[in-house]
C-alpha cells in the first residue's frame, strides 16, 4: 500500500474549519484514501474514505485532488471534541489489503 | 459504541506470564483484526481473520498466537510476555474485507 505524509501537528478555532491535508504521491489506481482518528487512547475511529471524488458524511468531507496525490479532510465546524490524532491511510481493495496507520497529525481545537 | 467488545479492559501481570485477550465483533461481521498501540511504535497491524481463517500477517511475534471461533469471536494469546509487550491491544472487525474497521476500546495490557 502506497505511504502517506501528514504534518504533526495543527491547531484550529473552536467553531471554524479544521483542514486536515495529506500526501499520498505513490497512490495507484485500486487503493483508497481511508481517514481515521483517535480520541487519547480510545479506539481508532472510521471517518469516511474515497477513492477520486470528493466525499461527504455527517462527520467530514474528503477532498481528491485530480491527480490523487493528495488529500484533505475538512471538518467543518471543528469543536473541543475533535482534539485527536487524524490518520490518512491509504488501501488497496485486495482481499489482504491491511489497514497500515502511520503518525498521523495531531489536531489541537482551541476555545 | 461500535459494537466491537474487547476484554479485559486492564490487566497487569508479570513478566513470563501468559495471558488471552478477548473480542467479540460486531454482529455479523466476520472479519477481525489485531492491532498493537505502545507509546513508542504507534498502532501495529498484527493479525486478521476472515470467518476464521487467518488471512493477514503483520508485525505479530512468535510468543503471540490468535485465532477466531466458530462464533466469530477472536482470542489474542500472549505468551512470556516481556516488560515490552506492555500496551494497548484493540480488535476491530469489519463486514467486509476490504472496509471500514470498527475498533473495540482496547484492552491495556502491563507487564510488571
Known amino acids: 500500500d502506497a505511504k502517506t505524509t501528514q504534518p504533526p501537528s495543527m491547531d484550529c478555532a473552536e467553531g471554524r474549519a479544521a483542514n486536515l491535508p495529506c500526501n499520498h504521491s505513490?497512490?495507484?489506481?485500486?487503493?483508497?484514501v481511508y481517514w481515521y482518528r483517535q480520541i487519547h487512547s480510545q479506539g481508532p475511529q472510521y471517518i469516511i474514505h474515497?477513492?477520486?471524488n470528493n466525499e461527504t458524511n455527517e462527520m467530514a468531507s474528503l477532498i481528491i485532488t485530480e491527480d490523487r496525490k493528495s488529500s484533505t479532510l475538512i471538518l467543518p465546524h471543528a469543536t473541543l471534541r475533535d482534539t485527536a490524532v487524524y490518520y490518512c491511510?491509504?488501501?488497496?481493495?485486495?482481499?489482504?489489503?491491511?489497514?497500515?496507520f502511520g503518525k498521523g497529525i495531531t489536531l489541537s481545537v482551541r476555545p | 459504541d461500535s459494537g466491537v467488545t474487547q476484554t479485559p479492559k486492564h490487566l497487569i501481570t508479570a513478566t513470563g506470564q501468559r495471558v488471552t485477550l478477548r473480542c467479540s465483533p460486531r454482529?455479523?461481521?466476520?472479519?477481525v483484526y489485531w492491532y498493537q498501540q505502545s507509546l513508542d511504535q504507534g498502532l501495529q497491524f498484527l493479525i486478521q481473520?476472515?470467518?476464521?481463517?487467518?488471512?493477514a500477517k503483520g508485525n505479530i511475534l512468535e510468543r503471540f498466537s490468535a485465532q477466531q471461533f466458530p462464533d466469530l469471536h477472536s482470542e489474542l494469546n500472549l505468551s512470556s510476555l516481556e516488560l515490552g509487550d506492555s500496551a494497548l491491544y484493540f480488535c476491530?472487525?469489519?463486514?467486509?474485507?476490504?472496509?471500514?474497521?470498527?475498533f473495540g476500546e482496547g484492552s491495556r495490557l502491563t507487564v510488571l
Open positions: 476491530a472487525s469489519s463486514p467486509q474485507v476490504p472496509g471500514e474497521l470498527f
Open positions: 505513490t497512490i495507484s489506481g485500486n487503493e483508497y
Open positions: 474515497g477513492l477520486k
Open positions: 491511510i491509504v488501501r488497496s481493495t485486495g482481499a489482504n489489503s491491511k489497514l497500515t
Open positions: 454482529s455479523g461481521d466476520l472479519s
Open positions: 481473520y476472515y470467518n476464521g481463517e487467518e488471512r
